[in-house]
């Protein structure tokens, strides 16, 4: 498990990127030219505080950093803007909520994440995307910024169509075995899509806000790269409600094939019954006659030398008449309830 971190970086208007080890250097250079950009890692409450003097940060800022129950939202301070936003992933089959946090001003840019039970540390890998677009970000925290929050969204398209993946797994398998599936899954599937759509809306809210220059330190020349994510966000937005309304039609289909399956187990079980049924019928008389005739006291059959020339070949042809009168005797029935329903 990766350990607390603390970077800072001064990045002149030339573009050069300098790595600076103390926070006091880091303070002080931001007397010079460009900006200077603070990047913590799973960082301890006391060590964030240490901010709140040469950054003029609110302590109720830095207490919302380590606190993973915020909603994506936007704060306006008079020396900065408090950002909060949400990278988001699977692991594995569920969605994991990485809260990055960003506190922009004229000359300095603060990023805090880390802070999630399960982790993945999600700006750990911007380094090389910053040292490769180093003409935008000697422009302004607000280009490093934009930059960073392009590669969380970016990573969340496949987010999005883990969800849709997903989808199709849970689709395959109703139509494959209906009585076989879990539909516990499909509730699983809807509440990840209504906390990635919380997410979503929320984080589109903030890009609208700064696209309408509704921060101030975002210059108007840089609105653009953020509509660019607002596009984006928009986009998963779509496709995330879309994907919500196929999961209730997938549990409405869930229903509907576990109905007719529950039908015709329930019509073969009629039938079952009603052909016990004939047979109680045809054999219910068949018994009678057999257990009077068949009795030890004296009968036609049972009396010996008085017994009934034939008496035995008599009384099968009686049997096989009654039970046949009683088969077509249904039969009729049958077809009289059938005549009348039709």
Same mark, same amino acid.
């Given at each position: 498990?990766?350990?607390?971190?603390? !970077?800072?970086?001064?990045?002149?208007?030339?573009?050069?990127?300098?790595?600076?080890? @103390?926070?006091?250097?880091?303070?002080? =250079?931001?007397?010079?030219?460009?900006? +200077? /950009?603070?990047?913590?890692?799973?960082?301890?409450?006391? !060590?964030?505080?240490?901010? $709140?003097?040469?950054?003029?940060?609110?302590?109720?800022?830095?207490?919302?950093? $380590?606190? %993973?129950?915020?909603?994506?939202?936007?704060?306006?301070?008079?020396?900065?803007?408090?950002?909060?936003?949400? =990278?988001?992933?699977?692991?594995?089959?569920?969605?994991?909520?990485?809260?990055?946090?960003?506190?922009?001003?004229?000359?300095?840019? +603060?990023?805090?994440?880390?802070?999630?039970?399960?982790?993945?540390?999600?700006?750990?890998?911007?380094?090389?995307?910053?040292?490769?677009?180093?003409?935008? #970000?000697?422009?302004?925290?607000?280009?490093?910024?934009?930059?960073?929050?392009?590669?969380?969204?970016?990573?969340?398209?496949? #987010?999005? %169509?883990?969800?849709?993946?997903?989808?199709?797994?849970?689709?395959?398998?109703?139509?494959?075995?209906?009585?076989?599936?879990?539909?516990?899954?499909? @509730?699983?599937?809807?509440?990840?899509?209504?906390?990635?759509?919380?997410?979503?809306?929320?984080?589109?809210?903030?890009?609208?806000?700064?696209?309408?220059?509704?921060? %101030? /330190? +975002?210059?108007?020349?840089?609105?653009?790269?953020?509509?660019?994510?607002?596009?984006?966000?928009?986009?998963?937005?779509?496709?995330?409600?879309?994907?919500?309304?196929?999961?209730?039609?997938?549990?409405?289909?869930? &229903?509907?094939?576990?109905?007719?399956?529950?039908?015709?187990?329930?019509?073969?079980?009629?039938?079952?019954?009603?052909?016990?049924?004939?047979? @109680?019928?045809?054999?219910?008389?068949? @018994?009678?006659?057999?257990?009077?005739?068949?009795?030890?006291?004296?009968?036609?059959?049972?009396?010996?030398?008085?017994?009934?020339?034939?008496?035995?070949?008599? *009384? &099968?042809?009686?049997?096989?008449?009654?039970?046949?009168?009683? *088969?077509?005797?249904?039969?009729?029935?049958?077809?009289?309830?059938?005549?009348?329903?039709?």
């Amino acid at each position: 498990m990766q350990m607390a971190r603390s !970077e800072f970086y001064h990045i002149s208007t030339g573009g050069d990127l300098e790595k600076i080890t @103390t926070l006091e250097e880091a303070a002080s =250079a931001m007397n010079n030219d460009g900006y +200077v /950009w603070f990047n913590y890692t799973k960082a301890s409450r006391e !060590e964030l505080a240490e901010l $709140t003097t040469p950054l003029g940060l609110h302590p109720l800022s830095i207490e919302d950093c $380590t606190d %993973e129950t915020q909603v994506p939202k936007m704060d306006e301070f008079p020396n900065y803007t408090f950002i909060v936003f949400n =990278a988001l992933r699977y692991d594995p089959e569920e969605l994991i909520s990485d809260e990055v946090d960003f506190f922009i001003g004229s000359n300095f840019l +603060v990023t805090v994440s880390g802070y999630a039970d399960y982790t993945q540390f999600p700006i750990n890998g911007i380094m090389p995307v910053v040292e490769r677009n180093n003409s935008a #970000v000697k422009k302004g925290p607000a280009w490093l910024m934009h930059l960073i929050m392009d590669y969380m969204v970016d990573n969340m398209a496949n #987010v999005v %169509e883990q969800a849709e993946v997903d989808i199709d797994k849970a689709e395959e398998k109703i139509l494959d075995s209906p009585s076989g599936f879990d539909p516990s899954r499909l @509730t699983y599937l809807r509440r990840n899509l209504l906390s990635l759509r919380k997410s979503l809306f929320y984080e589109r809210e903030i890009l609208i806000k700064i696209s309408r220059n509704d921060c %101030e /330190w +975002v210059p108007e020349k840089a609105t653009v790269h953020y509509r660019d994510i607002f596009d984006h966000i928009s986009n998963f937005l779509e496709m995330t409600e879309s994907n919500r309304d196929n999961v209730t039609s997938l549990m409405e289909l869930y &229903a509907s094939m576990l109905n007719n399956k529950m039908a015709r187990d329930s019509n073969q079980t009629n039938a079952t019954v009603r052909r016990l049924t004939l047979i @109680t019928t045809i054999f219910m008389p068949l @018994t009678l006659i057999a257990g009077i005739f068949g009795m030890s006291e004296w009968t036609v059959m049972t009396g010996g030398e008085a017994n009934i020339p034939h008496s035995y070949p008599l *009384f &099968a042809a009686i049997v096989a008449v009654i039970g046949l009168a009683s *088969f077509l005797f249904i039969r009729w029935l049958e077809w009289r309830d059938r005549k009348r329903s039709g």
